[in-house]
């Protein structure tokens, strides 16, 4: 069993500074990505970041230059740094990992509110 363990959401005035971070325990597996989603109150869960097997890197395009996800050498610890933060990144925020025979696990979710 797998359970992902995230941490670090809260309130923060916009232009402000938040990470998140998720901390994957129990059954191991290879990794194909991890990654962070996030679902704003009336919208559709969304990419906002993730890291492949290989290293290479996608960003949604609304935080591009703002944000940064990384990994552990392990790839069981994955985290994202927010910065410049606006109040349209107010969202639930989702760990994500993908295994490569395509099991996928998420986190609970933490809430991120950043005010204007």
């Known amino acids: 069993q797998v359970q992902l363990k995230e941490s670090g959401g809260g309130l923060v005035q916009a232009g402000g500074s938040l990470r998140l971070s998720c901390v994957r325990s129990?059954?191991?597996?290879?990794?194909?990505?991890v990654g962070w989603y996030r679902r704003a109150p009336g919208k559709t869960r969304e990419l906002v970041a993730r890291?492949?097997?290989?290293?290479?890197?996608d960003y949604a395009d609304s935080v591009k230059g703002r944000f940064a996800i990384s990994t552990n050498n392990a790839k069981n610890t994955v985290s994202l740094q927010m910065s410049s933060l606006k109040p349209e990144d107010t969202a639930v925020y989702y760990c994500?990992?993908?295994?490569?025979?395509?099991?996928?696990?998420w986190g609970q979710g933490t809430q991120v509110t950043v005010s204007s």
């Open positions: 994500r990992f993908l295994s490569l025979f395509g099991n996928d696990y």
């Open positions: 890291i492949s097997r290989s290293g290479s890197t």
């Open positions: 129990g059954s191991t597996f290879s990794i194909d990505s």
